[in-house]
């Protein structure tokens, strides 16, 4: 059996499969496209449990695309506290601006004019064309990997480009009539039958009558990826900062990494408690009382954190600092994961 006939077989045995089998999720009871962009956007990197809250809060509170693109970036930002991968949500804003100026509101049908708007790639172009307006267009992610390497039993690299070019060519050639359900269909195997970190359940799998990987033996060893190289290590100070019920942040840069969120304040390297205290000096404040010292570490794409935590009361509210009442860094100042972990350590004990 050729890798052509594997695939070709795919539809008939996943479609009857999804149907009886599927997970009931918030973002499969629509086809509308704004709603579906979201739910992409929102669950790359991110699991589907932790999106679920997040989807319902941010459709709540921005329900059209006419809503996302006026939203100030404050409100924004507090509505993706916490998911991480902060450039998401500032392409989804662009995006969404594009939508209302140049298409009237109305969320493009072409697949060329969808993987121009910022943020979308070929993957999340896919799977908007497919889902929502039922067009043949793969959507190729890791999960459609995998199942594509051991369905064929191949083990080219998976995060090679060329390798995601190639299956999204051989699913376009055996994809149905109902498009949008087959990508789902695919999303959804690859979820949980045939899922990661983990055995693939081949003896549930409707696919394993003809599934190579798994009449060879060679399932349960792909898909492959190439060797990944070491993430850069980064110490850094954190300082928690706090006055009489006020806590002191600081806004980031407008360029780079987590561009223009909050953050507490912070230094390179690991300082011990006496050069903590003179760097605290040195920022225009009065140490008065050292509460306690954390460690913690928080892993970003390609850089790793290795971060000390340092809770001091200081004398008077003041340098160049934005000073912060527990309620108000809870309703307005988003905080990315690296330093709301801090802050998590406060209101849990």
């Known amino acids: ?198 055995k693939p359940r081949c003896s549930e799998c409707p696919c394993q009558e003809f599934c190579l990987g798994s009449l060879r033996g060679t399932a349960q060893s792909l898909p492959v990826k190439a060797p990944k190289k070491e993430k850069r290590q980064e110490d850094r100070t954190v300082f928690i900062l706090s006055c009489a019920g006020q806590y002191a942040l600081r806004r980031r840069p407008d360029t780079g990494l987590l561009a223009g969120l909050w953050e507490f304040p912070n230094v390179s390297g690991h300082l011990d408690t006496v050069r903590a205290l003179a760097a605290v000096e040195e920022m225009g404040l009065r140490p008065a009382q050292l509460l306690r010292e954390v460690s913690r570490k928080h892993i970003f794409t390609h850089i790793q954190w290795n971060l000390r935590g340092v809770y001091l009361e200081v004398a008077a509210a003041e340098g160049d600092f934005h000073w912060f009442t527990a309620e108000e860094i809870d309703t307005q100042a988003a905080l990315p994961t690296a330093f709301r972990q801090f802050w998590e350590e406060i209101q849990n004990v």
């Open 1 to 198: 059996m050729e890798s052509k006939e594997c695939l070709s077989r795919l539809p008939q045995a996943l479609l009857p499969w999804y149907a009886a089998n599927r997970r009931e999720l918030p973002w499969r009871q629509t086809r509308e496209p704004y709603r579906i962009w979201l739910s992409e956007i929102m669950l790359q990197q991110t699991r589907v449990e932790a999106v679920k809250g997040y989807y319902a809060r941010f459709l709540q509170a921005l329900p059209t695309v006419e809503d996302l693109a006026r939203c100030p970036d404050e409100t924004l930002h507090k509505l993706w506290e916490g998911l991480g991968y902060y450039s998401r949500v500032r392409n989804l804003k662009k995006a969404a601006g594009i939508v209302v100026s140049e298409f009237g509101g109305v969320f493009p049908r072409e697949y060329a004019q969808v993987l121009a708007l910022p943020g979308i790639g070929e993957y999340t172009a896919g799977a908007i064309c497919s889902i929502a307006f039922n067009q043949r267009t793969p959507a190729v992610d890791g999960n459609v990997l995998r199942v594509v390497s051991r369905l064929t039993d191949d083990p080219s690299p998976i995060d090679l480009p060329a390798t995601k070019a190639r299956v999204r060519e051989a699913l376009a050639e055996v994809y149905p009539e109902e498009a949008g359900t087959f990508t789902q269909a695919l999303m959804e195997l690859g979820a949980t039958l045939c899922g990661p970190n983990w």
